[in-house]
């Protein structure tokens, strides 16, 4: 079984551009959760979609934004670019009960110049 | 955004040595996950966990659901050099499909 891919691995964006990364879950898998690694913050969970519709978010400007696709495939963008925007984004995808185990993709690498 | 504590926040152990981390929260969780992350890599799962008091092995891994429901521990045996990297818990409370992430502990091995 394929595991979870992003793309692009790596990007390099100026300030002020907008991005958009993309996330194919693991088949049968229809939770999708995104979150910013930055080594000085760690971890921080944006938002997870289910079933098309995001289901929770977490404490981010509404410049980053995300939409899921009826076959689970999910998009985050990141618009008005910022040099703190600079990090790993990961995504990770589950079967959509609580308590349900999540995996993680190799991440995307943005780089704010 | 909110984390879980986790402790160390790094560790350097010969190898051979046995290691042992915790994590810790101020909310009751119903589900812990731990996982391993190498530099430039997606969080790899190790262990998951779904009862107070449970406690689950994987290999030389072994994990336990704290009593409380408030922490959990991470034991790493015998070690060796490929255990090197960054080990994260996770923690997903009641009524919330959410998981928030520990702060990570380094684990650096000397051969």
């Known amino acids: 079984k394929a595991g979870v891919t992003q793309t692009p691995r790596y990007l390099i964006k100026t300030r002020g551009q907008q991005v958009t990364l993309s996330c194919s879950p693991i088949s049968g898998h229809r939770s999708v959760s995104w979150y910013q690694q930055t080594p000085g913050q760690g971890l921080q969970f944006l938002f997870e979609y289910f079933s098309e519709t995001q289901r929770n978010k977490g404490n981010f400007p509404g410049r980053f934004s995300g939409r899921q696709f009826s076959n689970s495939r999910s998009e985050m963008n990141v618009s008005t670019l910022e040099l703190g925007d600079s990090a790993l984004y990961l995504c990770?995808?589950?079967?959509?009960?609580?308590?349900?185990?999540?995996?993680f993709g190799p991440g995307t690498r943005l780089t704010v110049l | 955004g909110q984390q879980l504590n986790q402790s160390p926040q790094s560790m350097f152990i010969q190898e051979g040595e046995d290691v042992s981390m915790n994590c810790t929260s101020s909310?009751?969780?119903?589900?812990w996950l731990w996982y391993k992350q190498d530099p430039g890599e997606g969080p790899v799962l190790l262990i998951a966990?779904?009862?107070?008091?449970e406690l689950t092995s994987n290999g030389r891994l072994t994990a336990q659901f704290g009593i409380t429901r408030k922490d959990s521990f991470l034991n790493i045996s015998a070690s060796i050099p490929s255990d090197v990297g960054i080990y994260f818990c996770a923690g997903q409370s009641q009524g919330t499909y959410k998981y928030i992430f520990g702060t990570g502990t380094r684990l650096k091995v000397l051969a």
């Open positions: 990770a995808s589950s079967l959509a009960e609580r308590g349900a185990e999540q995996f």
């Open positions: 909310s009751i969780f119903n589900t």
């Open positions: 966990l779904y009862k107070a008091g």
